[in-house]
Nanobody, 111 residues
């Protein structure tokens, strides 16, 4: 069972990034998937979640309208499109599902 995130990097304020998380070793299409982030010195917090078939999504208040979670069950992949990025979005982003975490991908928003 494995989750592998990618797509992080350095971006200027106001910019965009799209994160991907590829799952393997379990029936991806039957699980809710969640993106989390951990900012420096803070606890890991949920950012966005998506139901198993993608029909329902939820977002943390501070990312609503800027981030979009989606999934492709054929590719066993969950995505996080991040727009209008702010310096306070700087964090390590993780995907989680089925009790498993990925290794994380670092997003740095800075000019």
């Amino acid at each position: 069972v494995q989750l592998v995130e990618s797509g992080g990097g350095l971006v200027q304020p106001g910019g965009s990034l799209k994160l991907s998380c590829v799952a393997s070793g379990f029936t991806f299409s039957t699980y809710v998937m969640t993106w989390y982030r951990q900012r420096s010195g803070k606890e890991r917090e949920p950012v966005a979640a998506i139901s198993s078939l993608g029909s329902s999504t939820n977002y943390a208040d501070d990312v609503k309208g800027r981030f979009t979670i989606s999934r492709d069950n054929v590719k066993s992949t969950v995505y996080l499109q991040m727009n209008s990025l702010k310096p306070e979005d700087t964090a390590v982003y993780y995907c989680g599902g089925n009790g498993v975490w990925g290794q994380g991908t670092l997003v740095t928003v800075s000019s």
